[in-house]
């Protein structure tokens, strides 16, 4: 109870004290010290002793106390914490949370006139007077509001970044000295006049004292030592606790070999209240009487104790923090920020998602395998927005140096970019492809444009690089398989993720658009350097980040804006201060119409192509595989219109093939698991349809190069549009060695860019058919799309007997009908008419 009555003493007991004490030099201050509240009162006139007291500091700028951060994420739209982080494990309470029994035995044990003084004690000051003049230690006579001075200006001390300034605050704020004590004194009696309420200092005491090891405040010091909130703390518990004040290392109950004299101290807090009528005997004898039972409740604090598989996400966000200079203008300021000022951050982390995000992980690869340093990671990104849904990879985080002897523990994020997470990438393979496809597109290129995607040895002087061109040499590759291929569109090149294809449409595009492409939509190099933008990079050999490439995905599935990835959506204070969470930025990046025909041919991937087995068929998605040489790195990345995620499963360091290791498929089980929680939350609309320019291609007469020289024939073809191959000699009247007969023939229209295929004559006469004429059987078409029976023809071989076919329906309708009919031979050189409904 507050009892706020004068207690102020008249003339003649000053003059008792001054008698009783003399006027030695440090006497004399210490009494001016002890006096000068009550002077104030008297209305006595002060002394070259008061002078020298007021002349010291009297405002003492209240900091606010340390708090602990606290990360949360949510589940079915509720606020769930996930990790915490602090210098000082305090949480701040009003007194009203508080048991009373924790005011009274302050009071009592520590200041039992609190209600009466002005902050400084003269009756218990002048008492301990005696010892300082003997000792000069300045002990003893700290009211509550001076003690509260004291921890006020450690925490000051504390706050000071520079460690040589921090240490000389700090043995400045708890040195023992006499010195010491009168600045306490006078920072006492300013507080007591900063304060309308005298339990607002006592609110303010019971908040900052240190409990023992990091533990600070009464309500984290009844969590830890009881489990409980303080408000719940009984007499026992409660003066238990504040017993810890005068010396928690050696009191604190966490340590058993401490009972004892915590006891101790305990009982002498109980007698104190007893004494001060705060309590009765009879709960003083049944108090003294109950044992000490520690409930000690560790908070798990920091990324490594992050709760619902969250840990790698955690530090994501703490780095986002730690490297935005928002937060502050030195790393070590963001640090101090970041673990003291309570920071209530709320999370994009979507913990269904995240559940089933590592449990699709868990069940694909295992954290560590004996016979390669096997790594699998996945980002999962909202397109429009750049929340971060989810994030997991194969192993444990772990920050500790004991990471490194462990195959399963690691500290850097497979995920993230450097900077975030200490990972530089990964070698994408044939997912960065779709930035070539974009290019195609924004350059003018139809979907349905043919291009020789036959092997060949390409003259890298033919691509052009306005960024780091022009080359020399040559560049050979190969496709999956060494397989084959004549002809074909951009469509079916990105179904079957063809290289050859591919490469020959990058022959024809500026590399550096391509490497901007990919960089604007999100796919930027994890170690921070420009994208590589040579024509090997066509086929994916940046290294690059999993959150970077799913962003790049969900921007293609937001029409053609990126936006930049967030972890946050706001940051409060504890009083409710809100503070600005770093945005997503969002920019167009290529047009919704370039958007929407790379879309297009992406959908092709997931509906009949390598990425099929991604697809858990619950609506309309776009996606990509990529395999860099030798297998060494798998990815799939993948879209709705409302969740975009990419996968890597590969080698951490190393080349040993994941295929070979028998995880090819883990990337598509992971993929599946994915969207299949996420699909229902977050949607899969239709995806806008291309402009009709994407589809459409320009057909063109097919020279008669018949008689003409291989040579002669082959630049005429090729100054019409087509690419030429040239085949097996067949029977014919024209001379040896000259052309015998094209296939599309001569005369006839086919789309520009297809490859036209010649036979040159051996002069023995007939009509130009080719020697063989077994030919090859017709495989079923039915149900097909377009784009699937193309597909099919061509894996079928018939293309490179110079097979033609026919389209006789609607371009999006279903293959009903095929002449010659399944099963059928197909002679060399004829024709394929396909009936679609």
Known sequence: MSMNSSTAPKRNVLATVLGMLGMSGIAGVLVAALITPVIAVAGVAANSTITLFESLPSYLEIQPLQQKTELYATRDGEREKIAEFYSQNRVEVPLDQISPYVADAAISTEDPRFYEHGGVDVISAARALVVGIIGDDGGGASTITMQYVRNQRVQAAEAILDPVERQEAYEEATEVTMGRKLQEMRLAIGVEQQYEDKDQILEGYLNIALFGGTVYGIESASQYYFGKPAADLTLPESATLVGMVQNPNAFRIDYEDNIDASTDRRNYVLMRMEDEGAITTEEYEEAVATEIVPNITPTQHGCMNAEENSQFFCDYVQKVILNDPAFGAT????????????????????????????????????????????????????????????????????????????????????????????????????????????????????????????????????????????????????????????????????????????????????????????????????????????????????????????????????????????????????????????????????SPEVAAGVSFAMESVMSGGTGAASNPGMGPIIGK???????????????????????????????????????????????????????????????????????????????????????????????????VNVGDQVDSDEAAGTVATTNPSPNTRAPEGSTVTIRPSNGEGGDGAAADTDGLPMPSLAGMTYDEAVSALQEAGLGDIGVSFKWNGPQDGIVSATTPAAGETVAADSDVTIIAD
């Open 625 to 723: 595989t990529g395999t860099a040489d030798n297998d060494v790195h798998t990815w799939m990345i993948a879209s709705t219109t409302g969740i975009a995620s990419a996968v890597w499963v590969g080698n951490v360091v190393g080349n040993v093939s994941i295929g070979n290791a028998g995880y090819s498929s883990a990337r598509h089980h992971i993929t599946s698991s994915i969207m299949t929680t996420g699909i229902p939350e977050y949607g899969a609309e239709e995806f806008p349809d291309p402009p009709t320019e994407a589809l459409e291609v320009e057909n063109v007469m097919v020279p008669d190069v018949r008689g003409m020289t291989v040579s002669e024939a082959t630049s005429t073809l090729e100054a019409a549009g087509f690419t």
């Open 331 to 590: 790393y070590e300021e963001r640090l101090f920020n970041f673990q003291t000022q309570g920071y209530q951050i709320d999370t994009t982390l979507d913990l269904d998602l995240q559940a089933a995000t590592t449990t699709s992980l868990d069940d694909a690869v295992p954290q560590s395998l004996d016979y390669m340093d096997i790594g699998a990671a996945a980002s999962v990104v909202e397109p429009g927005t750049g929340h971060v849904l989810a994030m997991q990879q194969n192993k444990e985080f772990d920050e500790t140096d004991a990471a490194a002897d462990s195959p399963d523990k690691t500290s850097v994020n497979y995920n993230t970019d450097y900077q975030y997470g200490g990972s530089t990438g990964f070698q994408v393979g044939s997912t960065y492809k779709i930035f070539t496809l974009a290019n195609w597109l924004q350059s003018g290129h139809s979907l349905r444009e043919q291009v020789n995607a036959a092997p060949t040895s390409f003259n890298m002087a033919n691509f052009q690089d306005s960024c780091n061109g022009p080359y020399g040499g040559t560049y050979t590759l190969k496709n999956w398989g060494s397989l084959s291929y004549g002809s074909m569109d951009a469509v079916t090149a990105t179904r079957n993720s063809i290289n050859t294809a591919y490469v020959a449409m990058g022959e024809q595009l500026d590399q550096c658009v391509t490497r901007d492409i990919a960089m604007g939509l999100g796919a930027h190099r994890a170690d921070g350097a420009p994208n590589e933008s040579n024509p090997a990079s066509i086929l994916g050999t940046n290294y690059i980040a999993p959150l970077s490439m799913a962003t790049a995905v969900a921007a293609i599935a937001n029409e053609g804006v990126s936006c930049s990835p967030v972890a946050i959506t706001a940051i409060t204070l504890r009083d409710g201060t809100e503070i600005a969470p770093p945005e997503s930025n969002c920019t167009e990046a290529i």
